[in-house]
């Protein structure tokens, strides 16, 4: 069921994880080429006393210390630091400012790159450029003016914790980075029969999930995708939903449920269905067949009572729908039945004197539920005849028949949102068993469910 829909939504997941690793490797090269040159200026750092000894032997020789930290100035990713060694040499009572300036720098510089490392969990991930995103820090100005405070007076050694710690801080995934997959999934979307303002409310809230969501690693990147998939289609696939036996047990019976719809879309079968379901919650049931309009309908409908041994109440074929489903519920007062299950005739909401027959069943009989029945497999055609329906006479749920049959699932996802009304059960299949009840969670679950 619907798995036509579950392989698009599975390559939107790819299509993301892919993005995030592609911009990982490239910098983990990057890194690469950091960590060497901050190894380097380390190098370069732990032999500078030697050099400042040999250049306070010997002030006019120009030491490796100032070569190798031209080297390290050459490295983007470090600091630029321009106090030389000879001239803090140079300097009378500042330079034990300066030293104990640098002193401190380096401990709050460490202390804080020890929090980024064990803010990270101390696990290695990506770069801050990784995804083509920025760090939290470079986002956040008062630790940008913090960090070039400190990075004017930093160590070579903090800076190469520093630089660590950019690669395991916490990064920010962009727009940028999810906007081929998201007009991908749109896409997708769409050739699912997914109505044009649920695909946008779906894409709408998995930008707002992601976007701007800070994560530490790429292979956490599946993680964030799922979630956001996961809530953006639980949001418009659950509206209105209610536990439709918890509505029926606890109505005063007998309950009336009517059963409207077009031609052909399953309504008789799934009165028969429902028949079946309520007896399996303990619930007792007696049909009526208001479609007194279509030939045959009595003798169809009377089929699916004897095989179920169920109380059938009709009328002659022409007669009047309301009169029929008010004969029913006075058998079921006098009878204790607890639900009355109403066909009505196939009809179009555009049909007039069929849609004026739905309105005086509701004045005659007042209904608890009138459920619209359609095929999932007519996709947005039944998405538009439900919100139709709704218009004209307000439904209180609705059956998707015929699930067994649908790859797409556009109808089961884009019904709830468009009209406010909840899915209430999927018709898989053409056996008396074969009605499930509609769980927005489970479907979503199994939606996102990797591939066997
Ligand atoms: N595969 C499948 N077939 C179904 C399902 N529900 C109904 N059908 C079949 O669809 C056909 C039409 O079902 P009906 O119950 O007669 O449809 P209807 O809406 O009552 O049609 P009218 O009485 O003409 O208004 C029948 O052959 C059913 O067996 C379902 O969930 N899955």
């Not at 450029?129 to 903090?158: C, L, Y």
């Amino acid at each position: 069921m619907f798995d036509g829909l579950k392989e698009k939504l599975n390559s939107f997941r790819k299509d993301v994880e892919e993005t995030a690793e592609e911009k990982a490797e490239e910098a983990d090269v990057e890194e690469a080429v950091d960590a060497e040159a901050a190894a380097e200026a380390d190098a370069a750092a732990e032999s500078e006393p030697e050099a400042e000894a040999d250049a306070a032997a010997d002030p006019g020789a120009e030491t490796d210390v100032d070569a190798a930290s031209t080297d390290v100035e050459a490295d983007p990713t470090d600091v630029d630091t321009d106090a030389s060694p000879t001239e803090t040499d140079d300097v009378g009572d500042e330079s034990d400012d300066a030293v104990a300036t640098e002193t401190d720098a380096t401990a709050s510089t460490e202390s804080l790159v020890d929090e980024e490392v064990d803010e990270a969990g101390g696990a290695a991930a990506e770069p801050a450029e990784a995804v083509g995103i920025r760090s939290e820090r470079d986002t956040d100005p008062d630790a940008i003016d913090a960090s070039e405070d400190e990075a004017d007076d930093e160590s070579t050694v903090s800076r190469f914790k520093r630089a660590k710690a950019f690669a395991t801080g916490r990064i920010i995934i962009e727009e940028e980075d999810l906007e081929e997959p998201l007009w991908a999934l749109e896409m997708a979307l769409l050739e699912s029969d997914v109505e044009m303002n649920v695909a946008e409310r779906i894409l709408e809230t998995i930008r707002e999930k992601m976007i701007g969501e800070s994560r530490k690693q790429v292979d956490t990147t599946a993680e964030l995708v799922e979630e956001a998939l996961h809530d953006a289609l639980l949001d418009v696939i659950s509206v209105g939903q209610f536990d439709f036996e918890e509505r029926i047990q606890q109505a005063d019976k007998p309950v009336v449920v009517i059963f409207t719809g077009v031609n052909g879309v399953g309504k008789t079968t799934s009165i028969a269905k429902m028949s079946e379901y309520l007896e399996s919650c303990g619930l007792s049931s007696v049909m009526a067949n208001g479609d007194t309009y279509r030939a045959g309908a009595n003798e169809q409908i009377r089929k699916h009572a004897e095989n179920l041994d169920r109380k059938l109440i009709t009328h002659e074929q022409g007669g009047d729908p309301a009169a029929v489903i008010y004969d029913a519920v006075e058998y079921a007062e006098a009878h204790d039945v607890d639900v009355v299950l109403g066909d009505t005739a196939g009809r179009l909401h555009t049909s007039n004197d069929l849609m004026a027959q739905l309105e005086k069943i509701n004045r005659v009989v007042d209904p608890d539920m009138t459920l619209f029945v359609d095929e999932a497999v007519a996709g947005q055609d039944a998405v538009q005849r439900a919100k139709k329906f709704d218009e004209a006479a307000e439904i209180d749920g609705a059956i998707l028949t015929k699930a067994d049959a649908d790859s797409q699932g556009g109808a089961a996802i884009s019904i709830a949102y468009v009209t406010g009304k909840p899915i209430l059960f999927l018709g898989t299949g053409q056996g008396y068993d074969d009605l499930e009840r509609f769980d927005p969670e489970a479907l979503v679950s199994s939606l996102l469910a990797d591939e066997e």
